[in-house]
């Protein structure tokens, strides 16, 4: 189906005796916001790392963007765009060195390069700042371009990682209406965090314990079939059963 | 006597106004909040008043004692918990406990009572090096070695930052219990849903603190009518909001978007001019902290 992007079925992953993601099945849409919580050694890491395809299954079968986890690791890393709130982006190159180092990782021609970035520029109205240095740029700027670079080469889907931890609640906003930009123009979003309150952004969301997706819904559909208020709230009923801790 | 007492506070590092003329004080016994993003200042107010560093201008008391003149005398009543894991990752669990318990001249059976609702949940581990512990272990054993001197006033610098939602929850639990105790407890977060755990919270932004109250009385500072909005398509329901007659603010807020709006709002109005988008709905709501800190912040 041409609407899956991403889709998982008993994915499994063991070092050892250590079975740290156990077959864990999901689809997830075009264009849709999808949450991946789960607590601290739930497993959301290392199923992240296979779906980005950096790490290899033990069992079970995956693709995204129609690339298969287990065969076509490389296609997948070309195909998809990530953001971690940590080390995204380079200091001590300027804000266009960044957008034409990270086009090029993933490929695009010099001329693509140029006319994306400047797009981009402008979008974001970053085009006085082209040539400041990352470094020297506020946080919640930063957090922004991080992510329009992590879309530079228009992926299928986007993996943020905790992508809006620490930043004040106005850029965090802005930086939300990006993405629903994005999903609203077809781009899928893949996002992990600890901070339940940004799971009440997600089209649908999962929960991981112990290496097992425990639900997986609509934020509504879960306040529902738990009673619960939050998100918060439904996510310490789930996860106060862990039995492993990091 | 106050706890905490910080008149007019300034500290700048180079061209970075860190804060900016602060003022605030807390009361003996009271779990007070600093709740602000990265860059808001409070690594930096919590290094002076630690007597890490020292105000371009202002003044400040911790315990009686004056930050710049007194900061022996701070150091020994005060426990403190930087942001950033600063224990020796080659040491045991034990082995640091010990360590700072002989830093400040005590034994950890004189406080072992007060440090035990905490060091209980670690003990198992004892002899595991403090490097190989989890997140929410580290942040235990942290604050066992904080309070290990049975400090009057306790500083800790963002305790719950990276930990998951049921480590957290503990962690505030176990303050609560040292607030029991009797102990000042001064404590920063990024994160507007810890605030209810304080008795009193300043909202804090670039170096300045923008109001300061209790987290249940904060929210009535927000005098604006406010609804939450929602409808199949979020995107488009911002872009097309904002063009309605009355609205002041759309912004996300969740699974909904919240609408700040004035007096010529209208609801039949709103619903009329959106009619095109479907699974339109929109209720009035209360205001959370989140949204009196934007407000405040775009003050």
Known sequence: MNDVV???????????????????????????????????GAGKTTAMRMLCGLSYPSSGH?????????????????HIGYMS??????????????????????????????????????????????????????????????????TIHRPEVVFLDEPTGGVDPVTRRQFWEMIYEAADHGTTIFVTTHYMDEAEYCSRVSIMVDGEIRALDTPTRLKEQFAAQSMDEVFRLLARGAKRGE | MEAIEVYHISKRFGSVQALDSVSFTVRPGEL?????????????LFRLLTTLLTPDSGSAKVDGYDIVRDYLAIRSHVGYMPGRFSLYPDLTVEENLDFFAALFGVT????????????????????????????????KLALSCALIHRPHVLFLDEP???????????????????????????VST??????????????????RILGIDTPEDIVHRFEERLYAIRADQMFPLLAQARQVEGVMECYPFGETHHLVADSRFDVGNFVQQ????????????EPTIEDVFIKWMKR
């Open chain 1, 6 to 40: 991403i889709s998982v079925h008993d994915l499994t992953k063991r070092f050892g005796t250590f079975t740290a993601v156990n077959r864990i099945c999901f689809d997830v849409f075009r264009g849709e916001i999808f949450g991946f919580l789960g607590a601290n």
């Open chain 1, 62 to 78: 995956g693709t995204v963007a129609g690339f298969d986890v287990r065969t076509e690791g490389e296609q997948i890393k070309r």
């Open chain 1, 85 to 150: 709130q940590r080390f995204s982006l380079y200091n001590d190159l300027t804000v266009w060195e960044n957008m034409n180092l990270f086009a090029g990782i993933y490929g695009l021609s010099k001329r693509e390069t140029e006319a994306r970035s400047l797009r981009l520029l402008d979008r974001l109205d970053f085009s006085a700042e082209k040539g400041t240095l990352v470094g020297s740029l506020p946080l919640g700027w930063k957090q922004k371009l991080s992510f329009a670079i992590a």
């Open chain 2, 32 to 44: 007070f909040g600093l709740i602000g993003p990265d860059g808001a200042g409070k690594t930096t």
């Open chain 2, 108 to 139: 950890v059976e004189e406080s072992y009572d007060l440090v035990a609702p905490v060091y209980k949940q670690i003990e198992p581990f004892r002899k595991r090096r403090a490097g190989k512990l989890s997140g929410g272990m580290k942040q």
């Open chain 2, 160 to 186: 719950t930052t990276g930990v998951d939602a049921v480590s957290r929850s503990e962690f505030w639990d176990m303050l609560a219990g040292l607030k029991q105790r009797g102990i000042t407890i001064l």
């Open chain 2, 190 to 207: 990024p994160y507007m849903d810890e605030a209810s755990r304080c008795d009193r919270i300043a909202l804090c932004n670039e170096g």
């Open chain 2, 274 to 285: 959106l009619s095109g988008l479907d699974g339109l709905t929109i209720r009035p709501v």
